[in-house]
């Protein structure tokens, strides 16, 4: 198998989150009803006294039944004249009410297209950094593998799910006079405007594993596989093999499950070697796996949610199942810093720094302080995660060759006196072929040929 080393340039910046607040204006207010005052009175008396005036003056002439018509008619007119201006401020009221409250339901419409757009740049924001499970193949062979690195906020954390979280476009509902007081569609609009858009659906639910000293898995068996896979699959894309290792504690059964695994550069021994090279690190007893881990995490300290891993002391990610851990261990326990057990062996200790996620008919549930909410939760397919895990195997960081200093010592000399002998005039015209062929029987040669096949610059 060819070595394929992975050049990891500066981390590319996703897009940015629409974080803000915005103060809502306040509802249109009920107008005041009309009151008949001493003013009104005054108003309408003048339209009175001349109705009047005008049936005195036909009543007291002599005329026919022409001028007794013509003196009624006018008569009514000025009474209906006068019962129109009484009517009039109400329907002036409730016609500017109804503008107002178009007005504001505009507004509302607007800031509903605003809500919409930061909510769909925030969903593109977070999967950025939390994308589905079907999009880390593609990821793997890309710029990003391996993007993250210890000293970055999002190290070790992965996603379990998609669900609704808070909006980071903050919508502040104003300051009002009593609700009786505001125009009733219009409040009830903003109240219903402020609740449905003070979270947003369809948003990736991140853990950050190094909290905790453990993540205990229950429900449905299948399903929990399924989770634990891509959550495995996550971590193997972003984290380089130097800063992040995976292993595997399990039986029979639980090893052909996680038979895929041995194909990460992760799951690599980084010194012990056999004859198919670097030793897998998977055992089924606990004693055998730590011995296999070594000292430098056997002797850690206990955990300690605020170190930071390194080179040096990379975290660790121990998949267990069908093995039960023993209640005294360090793993249940007080915890090793900067190390990790998924847990789905059914043992359910629980415990201060212990995460548990229950899967089942889809969806996970996961603690979220005093509350438990729930999440459509990731699936990653046996066939999935073995293909994803075949394409990372030859992948190797810059720090992961470890050739002898002669191993090209034999062809370059086969070069430089192939150049003495028929000429420096064009080099490049000679070949290098038959040189390379002598690297088979140099004795320090590299048992696999090195290629730089991803550049992430």
Not at 429 to 449: I, K, N, Q, Y
Request: proline share 8%; charged share 25%.
């Amino acid at each position: 198998m060819s070595t394929v080393v992975v050049k990891r340039s500066p981390r590319r910046e996703g897009p940015d989150v629409p974080e803000d607040e915005v103060e809502l204006a306040e509802p249109p207010v009920l107008g005041e009803p009309a009151t008949a005052d001493f003013g009104s009175v005054l108003a309408y008396l003048p339209m009175g006294l001349g109705a009047v005036a005008i049936v005195l003056m036909f009543s007291a002439s002599r005329g026919g039944p022409t001028t007794y018509m013509m003196s009624g008619m006018m008569g009514v007119a000025m009474v209906s004249m006068s019962v129109s201006q009484l009517g009039r401020n109400g329907a002036d009221r409730r016609r500017r009410m109804r503008a107002e409250r178009r007005d504001y339901l505009r507004y509302l419409a607007q800031q509903r297209r605003l809500a919409t757009q930061a909510a769909t740049a925030q969903r593109a924001a977070v999967t950025w950094d939390n994308p589905a499970p079907d999009d880390l193949l593609t990821l793997a062979l890309g710029p990003r593998v391996w993007e993250r690195r210890p000293g970055h906020d999002d190290f070790a954390r992965v996603r379990v799910g998609v669900g609704t979280r808070k909006a980071a476009l903050e919508f502040l509902p104003p300051r009002t006079r009593p609700v009786e007081d505001l125009e009733p569609l219009s409040a009830i609009s903003l109240r219903r405007f402020t609740k449905t858009h003070q979270t947003v659906t369809g948003l990736p639910i991140p853990v950050s594993l190094q909290r905790f000293t453990s993540v205990e898995f229950a429900g449905d068996g299948a399903s929990v596989l399924e989770l634990m896979r891509a959550m495995v699959a996550q971590l193997a894309v972003f984290h380089s093999p130097d800063e992040l290792r995976i292993a595997v504690l399990a039986d029979a059964a639980g090893r052909a499950e996680w038979d895929w695994v041995k194909w990460l550069p992760h799951n690599a021994h980084p010194q012990d070697q056999d004859a198919a090279g670097p030793v897998r690190v998977a055992a089924e007893d606990l004693d055998a796996l730590m011995e296999l881990l070594g000292p430098d995490v056997r002797d850690r300290p206990d955990h300690d949610p605020e170190s930071s891993p390194s080179t040096a002391e990379p975290f660790v990610v121990v998949i267990a199942q069908g093995v039960r851990i023993p209640a005294s261990s360090r793993l249940l326990g007080a915890g090793v810093r900067g190390l990790v057990v998924l847990d789905a062996t059914g043992a359910m200790h629980g415990g201060r720094d212990v995460l548990r996620l229950t899967v089942r008919d889809g969806e996970v549930e996961y603690p979220s302080g005093e509350d438990t909410l729930s999440a459509e939760a990731d699936t990653l397919s046996p066939l999935r995660a073995e293909m994803l895990a075949r394409t990372m195997a030859p992948m190797r960081t810059g720090s992961g060759l470890d050739l002898a200093p002669d191993a090209f010592a034999a062809p370059l000399t086969c070069f430089h006196r192939r150049v003495r002998l028929e000429g420096a005039a064009a080099p490049g015209s000679l070949g290098v072929g038959p040189c390379l062929r002598t690297m088979a029987s140099t004795p320090d040669a590299p048992s696999t040929p090195v290629m730089t096949g991803i550049d992430a610059s």
